[in-house]
């Protein structure tokens, strides 16, 4: 079975901390996600990354940064977090070619106070 | 700019009750259309369509695709509580690596 592990399912921060969120697969895949999940916008892509080292936006990646510098991990760094980033934050992961589906962490909820 | 667009948004049935989910999509060079189960955790993966016209079945639920009006239903028989869920409608499209747009999810409540 394909594991992605988020390092926390809850985390409460303070505005202007620096927020790192990490996200782990065992299945070595190449591509990997994450995405923020509000009521009423369903799932919104921040960043992705498809290969080590490499990475692009999504569609909405203001005020967040990722690295990925292992294979099998990718973070999302929030610079200074603020109360408009308080959220949930899934991960996902999916191998390379056409026709595969991700596969979703637990989630992290994000809370900036 | 890629849209997905689900219908209801929220739903309430009883126990027993046929249940029909939209989606609706805008999404350039098409490459398929996914649905995931989403309950208090990680979304789980039910379908993914490429093709027109051909019915994905899995237990009491099935899901079917139009290409030509761009649309896919997920469709519940005979639901149960254990189905309540939000249900997320996702597109594969342009030219990124497995890049989803996701609708915004169908809330569904099945009670008792």
């Given at each position: 079975?394909?594991?992605?592990?988020?390092?926390?399912?809850?985390?409460?921060?303070?505005t202007?901390e620096k927020?790192?969120?990490?996200?782990?697969?065992?299945?070595?895949?190449?591509?990997?996600?994450w995405?923020?999940q509000?009521?009423g916008?369903?799932l919104?892509?921040?960043?992705?990354?498809?290969d080590?080292k490499?990475?692009?936006?999504g569609d909405?990646?203001?005020?967040?940064?990722v690295?990925?510098?292992k294979?099998?991990r990718f973070?999302?760094?929030?610079?200074?977090?603020?109360?408009?980033?308080?959220?949930?934050?899934?991960?996902?992961s999916?191998?390379?070619?056409?026709?595969?589906?991700?596969?979703?962490?637990?989630?992290?909820?994000?809370?900036?106070? | 700019?890629?849209?997905?667009v689900q219908s209801p948004l929220s739903l309430v049935?009883?126990e027993?009750?046929?249940?029909?989910?939209?989606?609706?999509?805008?999404?350039?060079?098409?490459?398929?259309l996914?649905?995931y189960?989403?309950?208090?955790k990680a979304?789980?993966?039910?379908?993914?369509?490429?093709?027109?016209?051909?019915?994905?079945k899995?237990?009491?639920?099935?899901?079917i695709?139009?290409k030509?009006?761009?649309?896919s239903?997920?469709?519940?028989?005979a639901?149960?509580t254990?189905?309540?869920a939000?249900?997320l409608?996702?597109?594969?499209?342009?030219?990124?690596?497995?890049?989803?747009?996701?609708g915004?999810?169908?809330?569904?409540?099945?009670?008792?």
């Amino acid at each position: 079975d394909v594991k992605v592990t988020q390092s926390s399912r809850y985390l409460v921060k303070r505005t202007g901390e620096k927020v790192f969120l990490e996200c782990v697969q065992d299945m070595d895949h190449e591509n990997m996600f994450w995405y923020r999940q509000d009521p009423g916008l369903g799932l919104r892509l921040i960043y992705f990354s498809y290969d080590v080292k490499m990475k692009e936006k999504g569609d909405i990646p203001e005020g967040y940064s990722v690295s990925r510098e292992k294979k099998e991990r990718f973070s999302l760094i929030l610079e200074s977090a603020s109360t408009n980033q308080t959220s949930m934050y899934l991960c996902a992961s999916r191998p390379g070619g056409v026709g595969n589906e991700q596969f979703f962490g637990p989630g992290t909820r994000l809370t900036v106070l | 700019e890629d849209k997905v667009v689900q219908s209801p948004l929220s739903l309430v049935v009883h126990e027993g009750d046929t249940v029909t989910l939209n989606c609706s999509y805008e999404v350039t060079n098409f490459r398929s259309l996914l649905w995931y189960k989403q309950e208090k955790k990680a979304p789980t993966f039910l379908f993914m369509l490429t093709s027109s016209g051909i019915e994905k079945k899995s237990g009491r639920l099935s899901s079917i695709l139009d290409k030509k009006e761009l649309f896919s239903i997920l469709n519940i028989t005979a639901t149960q509580t254990g189905d309540s869920a939000v249900y997320l409608c996702a597109v594969a499209g342009g030219t990124s690596y497995g890049k989803l747009t996701f609708g915004q999810g169908t809330i569904l409540t099945v009670h008792p």
